[in-house]
């Protein structure tokens, strides 16, 4: 499905959330879409390592929260990993690195910013959890859109 978020957001109104977080695309797909995967980081990226590296995406799409710390928790392994498992996309509350490469790979990646030192290996992560940030609730199963425009949520698929 072609879409444009500032379509959506005329078509569907108040029934879509709008992030107020400005995030930057970094990954081969500009425009992307997909039900929402959640997950909660402490810098340590290995749960998102493992899910992007071992299960199907199935054309969802992971949402990190990482409280914007200044590490990077996505590099392009774990954008080979989404590109080759059918995951659509990735947004990041946090940063990102290897982006040379990340723009190469045929999946989305949408982040605060670019920051070259790796996530500390501190704490196991959360899945499943309602995230909140850029002024919303992310829900796992809701559908996210995103593309140069910025980023949406809703409870439902739209179109």
């Given at each position: ?24 695309s970094y990954g ?60 659509a996309g990735i ?53 996210i859109y995103a ?13």
């Open positions: 499905m072609r879409f444009a978020t500032a379509d959506l957001c005329d078509e569907y109104g108040e029934e879509v959330r709008v992030l107020e977080t400005g995030l930057n081969g797909v500009d425009s992307f879409y997909g039900e929402i995967v959640t997950m909660k980081l402490n810098e340590d990226n290995r749960g998102l390592v493992a899910m992007l590296r071992d299960e199907e995406g199935k054309g969802r799409v992971a949402v990190v929260d990482v409280d914007a710390k200044f590490c990077a928790v996505v590099g392009d392994n774990l954008m080979g990993f989404a590109a080759k498992n059918g995951w947004v990041i509350n946090g940063y990102v690195r290897d982006t040379q490469i990340t723009k190469t790979i045929a999946s989305g990646l949408f982040a605060l910013g670019t920051c070259p030192r790796r996530s500390a290996k501190q704490a196991k992560s959360q899945r499943g959890i309602t995230l909140n940030f850029g002024g919303i609730s992310l829900r796992e199963g809701e559908w593309d140069e425009d910025g980023v949406l949520v809703s409870p439902k698929k739209l179109k």
